[in-house]
């Protein structure tokens, strides 16, 4: 059955990436049964969709089912690459984690969840595994609230009647008016904070990156556990630290973006 009225929508294309997406970590290899359970197809179809991902190389077939292969890797790095937030926020995560001994990443916005688009950890306690594309829920994290603070209110009603995909069930999940008290304290102040309001021990404040028309095109955080950090550490001690950190991100984004492109074209 059709999931978009759109006449223009490929049922066929949105299903091969449901059987995609069905492969997470911790079951690299799965059956054909297990497949068709997960993307919710008949075993027919998933099995005529594993056969054209293998032929087309996204998918190897083993003695023990299906799996990945490393050419999955190019869907997820063509947009990094474009974006090069990567790459660009690197370095500079990597200093603000020497200077804290946090956790420190980049999100950037995808309907109402955050993805995790740049990371650099440290060896802590975690309440909730995270690695590039990991995906949460914005309105509970730091990170989605300086998001989701930049958008207009006829863009943030569209943003957040869009149902999360990341799986995850938040602490807080608040009524629209003391979200929108919590968005108007994130515009003043220019940044934002939770304390387990994701999960349990989690806490974190965000700054935004902003291009140079002043829109916020992502977020970095420095995320912490509540009992090896205390808020007044993280305000006082990190967060210096951390706007510093989004100024020169947000300036190296400058740089790249206005970069000269060459266009190479063959000799005739």
């Known amino acids: 059955m059709r999931r978009d009225g759109n006449p223009e929508f490929i049922e066929a294309l949105a ?3 449901d059987v995609l997406r069905c492969f997470r970590p911790g079951q690299p290899t799965m059956s054909l049964s297990e497949v068709a359970a997960a993307a919710d ?3 027919p179809t998933a099995r005529r969709i594993l056969i054209t991902l293998e032929q087309l190389g996204y998918v190897r077939i083993t003695d023990a089912g ?3 292969t490393p050419r999955v890797l190019e869907l997820g790095m063509a947009y990094i690459g474009t974006s090069n937030l ?3 926020g690197r370095p500079h995560l ?7 001994h946090e956790s420190c990443s980049i999100a950037q916005l995808d309907g109402s969840d955050i993805v995790y688009v740049a990371r650099v950890a440290v ?3 975690v309440t909730l595994a995270v690695t590039i594309g990991t995906r949460f829920p914005a309105p509970p994290t730091s990170l989605g609230k300086v998001l989701l603070a930049d958008l207009s209110s006829t863009e943030l009603d569209g943003v957040l009647g869009v149902p999360s995909r990341s799986g995850i069930t938040p602490r807080w999940q608040p009524e629209r008016a003391e979200f929108a008290a919590a968005l108007r304290d994130v515009r003043a ?3 934002a904070a ?3 309001q994701l999960a349990p021990g989690i806490r974190s404040i965000a700054a935004p990156i902003r291009d140079g028309g002043g829109r916020v095109v992502a977020a970095v955080n420095v995320n912490a556990h509540a009992a090896e950090t205390t808020m007044d550490t993280l305000v006082d001690h990190h967060l210096p630290l951390l706007l510093q950190a989004a100024s020169a991100i947000a300036a190296d984004w400058d740089v790249w973006r206005a970069r000269p492109i060459e266009v190479i074209t063959s000799a005739r």
Do not use: I, M, Y
């Open 15 to 17: 299903r091969g990436l």
């Open 41 to 43: 197809l008949a075993r």
């Open 66 to 68: 299906f799996t990945l």
């Open 86 to 88: 990567w790459e660009l």
């Open 94 to 100: 990597r200093q603000l984690v020497e200077r804290t």
């Open 123 to 125: 060896p802590k306690l």
């Open 189 to 191: 102040k220019g940044w």
């Open 194 to 196: 939770t304390d387990e």
